[in-house]
C-alpha cells in the first residue's frame, strides 16, 4: 500500500526529500480517513441490527 | 534437494439456518447437494478406500490418545475443478485440489468461497420454508467451539519426522503475526482471569500440546497424521492444522509461501544461526496472539530470549540465504519463490514499524482497524457486542452482509482466474486427471480419492486408476493422451497396455 511505501523510503532517502513528502502522507492519510467514514457508513446498514442476539445465537459444533 | 512443495487448504465453515431446523448437520448436507445438484448438476462420491486419519507419523499412537474417525455416510462429492466438498462432522467442508504453489493453492481456496457463495444461493433457491443458510469462513464461534482451517503440504518420506517438527515449530508459533485472521475476546481456560480485547489469532488460545495425533481436542502444533495419499515410501503430507482461515489474499499466499519454504529448508537441512527452539512453545503462542507490539520477550530453550518478531526476521534471514545459495524451484515457478520473499519482507517491515499499514494484507489488522474506527464513531467500549458482531461477521460469506468484502485490501490473483478454477482443475497436478475425467465422463467415474480414480464401464469389475504420485497426471503428461481417448474405455486401455 502506498502509505507503506512511502515509510519504507524515507528511511532510506535524505532529509531534504523527506519534507516534501509530509504533504502527500497527510493527504494520504485523509484519504483513508474518507474511506473509512464510507465504510462505517456502509457497515452502519448491514450490521446486524440486534448484535447481541445475532452473536449470541452463532453456535457451533467443535470440528476437525 | 527439497521436493516440489505441492499444497492445499481444507476450511471447514461455519454454519447457521435462519428462520428453519438448526441442525447443522442437515443443513451442511443441504448445502452441498445444492451444489452438487443444482449449480454443478453432476454428483461424484468419495472413495474412503484410502482413509486412515489415525496412523502417527512417530510410528505409535500415545496412549489415551483419540484418532479421528472416518465418516463414510455424510454427504461427500468431487468437483471438476479436483477439489472435495463435504460435510465433516457438523460443518460444510471444502478441500482445494493439489497445487503446484503457494499462488495456484490461493486461486483455488479462493475458488472454494465462491462455491460456497454459489451453493448459499442455490439451498435459498431449492428450500421451501423461507429457511435461509448462512456460511461463514472462520474458526470459532466464540464460546470456545472451533473448527479448521488444514494446509497440507507434500514432504520427502527421507526427512526425519524430528527434524520437522524442531524446524517447523517456530514457524507455528509465531506466523500467526502476518496469517492470523483476529478475534475479539477469548474463550478458553487458558484465558480465565484476565480481560481480552482482541487477539491477532481465532486458533492459537485452542493448542495445548506441541506433537500430537489429535485435531479435536487437545490440538498439537504439530500434528502427526500419517496418511499421505501417495506412495508412502516417498512422501509424506505434512497435515497442518494451526493456522486461521484467511479472507485476505496476502495472507493466505504468505501462510501457505512462507511454509512452504521454511518446509524445504528443513528438508535440505538448512540451520538457522541461532537455535530457534522455544522454551515453551504452547504458552508462547498464547501470548503471541495477545501482543499487537510484538515486543514481549519469549524464552528460548537455549535460556535467551526472542520477540515474534525476531524469529520471524531470522527465518526470512534464512530463506534468503537459502534461495541464494540452493534456488526456490520447490516452491514452483521462479516468479513464486521471489514473490514469497518480496512479500514475507515487506509483510515484516511493516510490523516493525506501523501494524496498521498493513490492513489491505491482512485480516487481523483489517478486522482491528474496522473495530477501531467503529469503536470511535460510536463511543462503545471493547465489552460491546457490537464488537463481537463485526466479528462474526466480517467472515460472512454472504456478499450482501460480508464486511470483509467491503474492504479494498488487496488481491494477487485476478477474480475470473478464480471464476476459471471453480470448473476447471490445476494443470501442473494430478488433480488435472481426475477433473477432467470428471468433466468429460461424469457418468463413467463411479468415486474418486485423492490418490485413484474408480470408473465403471458397465462390465465386472470396477476399474482403479490409480495416481501415486501428486506431480503426475498433470495436463503435461496426460492431455495430449485424453484427446485422444472418445471413451473411458479407451482411455483405460491405453493406460493398461
Not at chain 2, 86 to 104: G, K, N
Not at chain 2, 123 to 142: E, M, P, T
Not at chain 2, 247 to 260: D, I, M, N, P, Q
Amino acid at each position: 500500500m502506498a502509505e507503506r511505501e512511502q515509510k519504507k523510503k524515507t528511511t532510506t532517502e535524505r532529509t531534504e526529500e523527506v519534507v516534501e513528502e509530509v504533504p502527500a502522507t497527510s493527504a494520504s492519510g485523509e484519504k483513508l480517513k474518507a474511506e473509512l467514514d464510507d465504510l462505517l457508513d456502509e457497515i452502519d446498514e448491514v450490521l446486524e441490527d440486534n448484535a447481541e442476539e445475532f452473536v449470541r445465537n452463532y453456535v457451533q459444533k467443535g470440528g476437525e | 534437494m527439497a521436493i516440489p512443495k505441492v499444497c492445499g487448504i481444507e476450511t471447514e465453515f461455519g454454519i447457521q439456518v435462519l428462520h428453519g431446523d438448526p441442525n447443522p448437520i442437515a443443513a451442511s448436507s443441504v448445502l452441498i447437494n445444492a451444489y452438487a445438484n443444482e449449480v454443478a448438476r453432476q454428483q461424484i462420491g468419495w472413495d474412503f478406500e484410502d482413509e486412515a486419519p489415525g496412523n502417527d507419523a512417530r510410528g505409535y499412537a500415545r496412549e489415551g490418545s483419540m484418532p479421528p474417525q472416518v465418516e463414510t455416510h455424510l454427504v461427500n462429492t468431487v468437483l471438476t475443478n479436483g477439489a472435495r466438498f463435504y460435510v465433516d462432522h457438523a460443518h460444510p467442508e471444502y478441500s482445494t485440489p493439489e497445487c503446484r504453489d503457494a499462488l495456484e493453492c490461493l486461486r483455488f481456496d479462493r475458488a472454494g468461497e465462491l462455491i460456497v457463495i454459489r451453493a448459499m444461493e442455490a439451498a435459498d433457491h431449492v428450500a421451501h420454508d423461507g429457511s435461509q443458510l448462512v456460511v461463514y469462513k472462520n474458526n470459532s464461534d466464540g464460546k470456545g467451539n472451533s473448527y479448521g482451517a488444514h494446509e497440507n503440504y507434500l514432504m520427502d518420506r527421507a526427512a526425519p519426522f524430528n527434524r520437522i517438527v524442531a524446524g517447523v515449530t517456530p514457524h507455528f508459533v509465531t506466523r500467526q503475526i502476518f496469517c492470523g485472521a483476529g478475534k475479539v475476546g477469548s474463550e478458553t481456560a487458558f484465558h480465565d482471569g484476565t480481560k481480552v480485547d482482541f487477539q491477532i489469532s481465532q486458533r492459537a488460545e485452542f493448542f495445548e500440546e506441541q506433537v500430537g495425533l489429535e485435531t479435536t481436542l487437545k490440538r498439537p502444533i504439530v500434528n502427526t497424521r500419517d496418511e499421505p495419499h501417495a506412495d508412502p515410501h516417498r512422501y509424506r503430507r505434512l497435515h497442518v492444522i494451526v493456522g486461521d482461515a484467511n479472507l485476505c489474499e496476502v495472507a493466505t499466499f504468505l501462510k501457505v509461501g512462507t511454509t512452504s519454504l521454511v518446509l524445504a529448508m528443513i528438508e535440505d537441512d538448512v540451520a538457522a544461526s541461532r537455535s530457534l527452539i522455544l522454551a515453551d512453545p504452547v504458552t508462547a503462542m498464547h501470548d503471541i496472539a495477545l501482543d499487537r507490539t510484538f515486543t514481549k520477550p519469549l524464552t528460548m530453550a537455549d535460556g535467551t530470549t526472542a520477540t515474534a518478531l525476531a524469529i520471524q526476521w531470522e527465518l526470512f534471514t534464512m530463506a534468503r540465504k537459502y534461495a541464494e545459495d540452493q534456488g526456490l524451484d520447490c516452491l514452483g515457478d521462479e516468479s513464486i519463490g521471489a514473490m514469497v520473499l518480496e512479500r514475507w519482507e515487506e509483510v515484516l517491515n511493516g510490523l516493525e514499524s506501523n501494524p496498521m499499514s498493513l490492513a489491505r494484507q491482512l485480516d487481523w489488522v483489517a478486522k482491528l482497524q474496522l473495530i477501531e474506527a467503529y469503536r470511535e464513531r460510536h463511543g462503545c467500549e471493547w465489552s460491546d457486542h457490537r464488537m463481537a458482531a463485526l466479528d462474526l461477521q466480517y467472515h460472512d460469506l454472504r456478499p450482501s452482509r460480508s464486511l470483509f468484502a467491503r474492504m479494498d485490501t488487496e488481491t494477487l490473483v485476478d477474480e475470473s482466474a478464480v471464476v476459471d478454477a471453480v470448473t476447471e482443475p490445476p494443470r501442473d497436478t494430478r488433480a488435472w486427471f481426475r477433473g477432467q475425467c470428471l468433466k468429460r465422463w461424469p457418468a463413467a467415474v463411479v468415486t474418486a480419492n485423492w490418490d485413484s480414480l474408480v470408473f465403471d464401464l458397465g462390465t465386472d469389475p470396477l476399474r482403479r486408476v490409480p495416481m501415486m504420485d501428486p506431480l503426475k497426471g498433470t495436463a503435461e503428461h496426460v492431455e495430449a493422451l485424453l484427446e485422444a481417448c472418445a471413451s473411458p474405455s479407451e482411455l483405460l486401455d491405453r493406460l493398461s497396455s
